[in-house]
């Protein structure tokens, strides 16, 4: 680990040709892929050239790091992307939640539940409302597309918004979906269903979004503003 210009800088020696410079998510971290010879002369002189380059994607990552939960009154959820005010309401009997238009959100558990059993009932009650509202937004668009999708499913996906299998017709959502704007669902779920009339993000595939969904591109920069997955923000740099 080097410390270059007050940055922290992990570097590796490989087999390589070029010098390759990466930022990860979510604390920015910063690491450098170098060919075997390079000199830590040419290192410090690299990371000093793309100091203003690093610092401007730490802050990204940071500024789109997930908000820790503890699940207690007072915190802010998101539902289908409005803001709800939890309130855990502690008393006998079996745990649930409730939702109403007014932005209210209420957890209602036994005394002493976990944090962990908290996030758990809460992760099933999104679950519930996600499936409803993809099994309407299905209703809506296999008729329109012509396409059926032969089974759907829900999970926690740390790179990606949606998947399809083309063959057994199966889309998977990401629960993540559950706390975005319904629009950015209604887009993954057309997305993903389009992939069964053309496989790859090919001109065609795009023609046929904005037929059948002329403002996607919308959705597709509000989630893309939000990602949460484990890629990094690189530059490759020929020697």
Same mark, same amino acid.
Request: a positive charge; charged letters at 30%.
């Given at each position: 680990?080097? /410390?270059?210009? +007050?940055?922290?800088?992990?570097?590796?020696?490989?087999?390589?040709?070029?010098?390759?410079?990466?930022?990860?998510?979510?604390? &920015?971290?910063?690491?450098?892929? *170098?060919?075997?010879?390079? /000199?830590?002369?040419?290192?410090?002189?690299?990371?000093?050239?793309?100091?203003?380059?690093?610092?401007?994607?730490?802050?990204?990552?940071?500024?789109? @790091?997930?908000?820790?939960?503890?699940?207690?009154?007072?915190?802010?959820?998101?539902?289908?992307?409005?803001?709800?005010?939890?309130?855990?309401?502690?008393? /006998? &009997?079996?745990?649930?939640?409730?939702?109403? @238009?007014?932005?209210?959100?209420?957890?209602?558990?036994?005394?002493?539940?976990?944090?962990?059993?908290?996030?758990?009932?809460?992760? @099933?009650?999104?679950?519930?409302?996600?499936?409803?509202?993809? &099994?309407?937004?299905?209703?809506?668009?296999?008729?329109?597309? +012509?396409?059926?999708?032969?089974?759907?499913?829900?999970?926690?996906?740390?790179?990606?918004?949606?998947?399809?299998?083309?063959?057994?017709?199966?889309?998977?959502?990401?629960?993540?979906?559950?706390?975005?704007?319904? @629009?950015?669902?209604?887009?993954?779920? *057309?997305?993903?269903?389009?992939?069964?009339?053309?496989?790859?993000?090919?001109?065609?595939?795009?023609?046929?979004?904005?037929?059948?969904?002329?403002?996607?591109?919308?959705?597709?920069?509000?989630?893309?503003?939000?990602?949460?997955?484990? /890629?990094?923000?690189?530059?490759? *740099?020929?020697?």
């Amino acid at each position: 680990m080097l /410390s270059i210009a +007050g940055i922290d800088v992990q570097v590796v020696r490989k087999k390589i040709k070029n010098l390759n410079l990466a930022v990860y998510p979510p604390d &920015g971290r910063v690491r450098l892929s *170098v060919p075997q010879h390079v /000199s830590d002369e040419t290192i410090q002189s690299l990371i000093i050239s793309k100091f203003d380059w690093i610092k401007q994607k730490q802050r990204v990552c940071r500024a789109k @790091a997930p908000v820790e939960y503890r699940y207690e009154t007072g915190e802010m959820h998101l539902v289908f992307g409005q803001p709800c005010r939890l309130t855990v309401i502690e008393r /006998s &009997g079996k745990h649930r939640v409730m939702h109403d @238009a007014a932005g209210s959100l209420q957890l209602f558990v036994r005394p002493e539940t976990t944090q962990f059993a908290r996030a758990k009932c809460l992760d @099933a009650w999104y679950r519930e409302q996600l499936r409803q509202r993809i &099994g309407e937004l299905l209703k809506l668009w296999q008729p329109v597309i +012509g396409k059926e999708v032969a089974e759907f499913g829900i999970k926690k996906m740390k790179t990606r918004w949606g998947t399809c299998n083309i063959h057994k017709r199966r889309i998977w959502l990401n629960l993540e979906l559950a706390k975005k704007p319904l @629009a950015c669902l209604e887009y993954v779920v *057309v997305h993903e269903m389009v992939h069964l009339l053309e496989r790859n993000h090919t001109r065609r595939f795009h023609r046929l979004m904005d037929q059948f969904l002329p403002d996607w591109r919308q959705s597709k920069a509000i989630l893309n503003h939000h990602l949460f997955d484990d /890629s990094a923000s690189d530059v490759s *740099v020929t020697e």
